[in-house]
């Protein structure tokens, strides 16, 4: 810390000093503080590029939610799960500090699917709990989240939403000033024990534009509430690329090169984790290229991806290789309507080594899709949206196993009927259905980090669900809100469930039941004290229904912003049967102030966390919980059009013992966290 301080110190007194090294000009201006009575700029509106007609999240059809700004500043963590977590219906799936996967409304894993400038992170994240997500929070321009089905545009992985990282990894546009970008250092106290830099810079002269990247952070084992260690839950993350793009009126052309890798330990084993992946982009959109289209966009990425799990020597190898692509064209408006028509495919090749080998056996997947969606205004108030998807996915895998195929197909309608310049109603009903995963249909192994011993089931049919949504939201004025109320029926749920019958993993022995969950050893053979936990990919009809909302109101505008904001969510998820669904999030419920003005930034809140009333059959239940956070920021005068802020945040002030219900490993995470940095946009 002392020597962050005199970091700090000597940057901020540099940005005053010098404002050239910030803004990369070549002499330097004194600029004059800026009046305390000045109005706060209000930032243009940002249009969600996930969606299929991009426009600000309070004008979609569809439930979005949007953190950009200084909201990502505070709210930047190791992982996207722990990032997103207090946006109301969207929760994580953590494995100790290096995990947190997104679970939406309930549902996560291969049903959420994860990408950064739409396309897939292509790691194994789906694959287990401990497999961390191949994008860093501190990567993102901004983060979109689609919460409910979106599949149309993303196909199967996209049933439960959709979790989209926007950033300059390939610049389209070349900087004003001729260079633009951010960076941050930032420093925890010894309950994390964070060390981060990050930079990201794009340059641009005349066509062309570059951007590069670089991050590294470092964290020891944290510590849970009332100063507990947690052995073995150190993270090392390194994330680095670089892009170019030739960019012109016509619309613009570029690639990257990406390497990201993460070693993290399992909480409460010996075992380390170590992953890399090396990720090579080609993007580019073209304007009135082909007539009848106003733009043509496509995208394409190869991703190399391998991680070890073990100790000194490896005990199990995953390697994935998979190649996306995506082409999409818009059409001019024809008879009121604009529309968008695309195509989408990819190949993955997965195959793993050592015990993994057993754990899910080498697969292929081969899928393509071809998807539409069109928008019609009706009247001043009204706007119509439907749209279509088929495609086709085929399994082939090894050691005698099944291969499967699908063609699942989506089917939705939407609509949206603004009242005066305030209030939008909207409502959607659709069809969607996912081909189930490699994992679902082939595991059938131990899996050292999880401690569990998983059988898949190849006989899993195509998931089908149906779901119906309302919204409501008041987008301006002193109070604002948005509502959105859900039902989503499945037919032929898959989960991973528990199993009380006292047989061998094979199905041999004699059956007897306990009330608690079986466990086998390493060959599957039935042992209450043995290390594994046996568990199942089951099936069934299952219905999910909640709902979530957040309202705000100005307690005082004008130069001096303050808002005060109630938010809550709940979903409910049961099989048709009366059984509960296990790793559900539980109910939520909270408040928070921010404030804002030409100096100052501040955020505090304090969000209740259930015990969830509604666990399924052999399921432990966590303890509730409070999360209270604040965040105070500074501004420093701005030279130019570079800002800096200086920062310092408290997570968990009340030191609470956090354990999610959403995670299948039961370890409290950190406890009562400080950590202070600075922010520099230029």
């Known amino acids: 810390m002392r020597r962050f301080s005199l970091w700090l110190s000597a940057s901020v007194a540099g940005i005053l000093i010098n404002p050239a090294m910030a803004t990369a000009q070549s002499a330097a201006v004194p600029v004059a503080p800026a009046d305390p009575d000045t109005p706060v700029t209000k930032l243009s509106p940002i249009s969600v590029q996930a969606l299929a007609f991009p426009v600000p999240p309070e004008q979609a059809i569809a439930p979005v939610a949007v953190v950009d700004g200084t ?20 929760s994580t799936a953590d494995f100790g500090a290096g995990v947190g996967r997104p679970v939406i409304r309930g549902l996560s894993g291969a049903r959420v699917r994860v990408q950064e400038n739409g396309l897939s992170s292509a790691d194994v994240s789906t694959l287990s709990q401990d497999h961390a997500v191949t994008i860093d929070p501190y990567s993102a321009k901004r983060i979109e989240v689609l919460k409910g089905p979106s599949t149309l545009l993303y196909g199967s992985g996209a049933i439960g939403g959709v979790v989209n990282v926007v950033s300059d ?31 990201d810079v794009t340059a641009g002269h005349g066509p062309m534009a570059v951007n590069l990247q670089g991050l590294r952070r470092l964290t020891d084992d944290y510590r849970a509430n009332d100063n507990r260690p947690i052995d073995n839950s150190a993270t090392d993350t390194t994330n680095y690329s670089g892009g170019a793009s030739y960019v012109g009126d016509w619309g613009y052309v570029g690639g990257a090169a990406g390497h990201f890798g993460r070693t993290y330990g399992v909480p409460g084993e010996e075992s380390h984790i170590h992953m890399t992946e090396n990720r090579y982009d080609l993007r580019g959109e073209f304007n ?24 000194a020597v490896p005990d199990e190898i995953f390697d994935n290789n998979e190649t996306e692509f995506r082409l999409a064209g818009t059409h001019v408006p024809w008879h009121g309507f604009t529309g968008t028509v695309g195509l989408q ?64 197909y989506s089917l939705s309608l939407g609509a949206k009927r603004t009242i005066g310049q305030a209030y939008v109603v909207t409502a959607s009903l659709g069809h969607y259905e996912r081909a189930p995963s490699t994992e679902e249909l082939y595991s059938f192994g131990p899996h050292e980090a999880t401690l569990t011993y998983e059988r898949g089931n190849p006989d899993f049919s195509t998931e089908k669900s149906e779901n ?115 790793r559900i999030t539980p109910g939520r419920y909270g408040a928070a102030l921010d404030y804002e003005d030409t100096r100052w930034t501040g955020h505090f809140s304090v969000l209740q966390n259930s015990a969830t009333d509604h666990a399924a059959p052999l399921e432990a239940v966590s303890a509730s919980f409070t999360e209270m956070d604040a965040f105070v920021g500074f501004k420093i005068p701005s030279f130019d059009k570079t800002k800096a802020l200086v920062y310092v945040r408290g997570d968990n002030l009340l030191d609470e013992r956090i354990v999610r219900q959403t995670s299948f490993l039961r370890v409290p995470l950190a406890g009562r966290a400080l950590s202070t940095g600075i922010n520099v946009t230029f």
């Open 288 to 311: 009135d290229l082909v007539p009848g289209f106003s733009t043509i966009e496509f995208a394409g990425a190869y991703t190399d991806y391998r991680h070890t799990e073990g100790e």
């Open 345 to 408: 495919g990819f190949t993955r090749d997965y195959q793993a080594f050592g015990e993994a080998r057993t754990f899910v056996p080498p697969t292929t997947t081969d899928s393509i899709a071809a998807f539409w969606v069109e928008e019609r205004p009706i009247g001043e108030r009204w706007t119509v949206q439907g749209g279509a998807r088929v495609e086709y996915n085929r399994q082939n895998t090894s050691q005698g196993r099944t291969d499967t195929d699908a063609v699942p």
């Open 169 to 199: 990894r390939i610049p389209d546009a070349v900087p004003d000033a001729g260079i633009s970008g951010s960076a941050a250092l930032e420093r925890g106290d010894s309950t994390l024990g964070t060390r981060l830099e990050h930079l």
């Open 71 to 90: 909201a990502l500043i505070r709210r930047r963590s190791e992982t996207l799960g722990e990032t997103l977590s207090g946006v109301p219906g969207i």
């Open 468 to 582: 119906v949504e309302l919204g409501f939201r008041k987008i301006n004025g002193r109070a604002r809100f948005d509502t959105s109320l859900y039902y989503t029926h499945f037919h032929d749920f898959i989960y991973l469930a528990s199993v009380d019958r006292g047989l061998n993993a094979d199905g041999t022995g004699a059956s007897s039941r306990d009330g608690r969950p079986d466990y086998v050893d390493d060959e599957g053979m039935f042992d209450p004290t043995g290390e594994f936990q046996l568990v199942d990919f089951a099936g069934g009809n299952a219905n999910f229904y909640g709902g979530e909302a957040k309202v705000s109101y100005d307690l005082l505008t004008g130069v001096r912003r303050l808002t005060a904001s109630l938010q809550g969510d709940y979903v409910r998820a049961e099989l048709e049967s009366g059984e509960n669904l296990p």
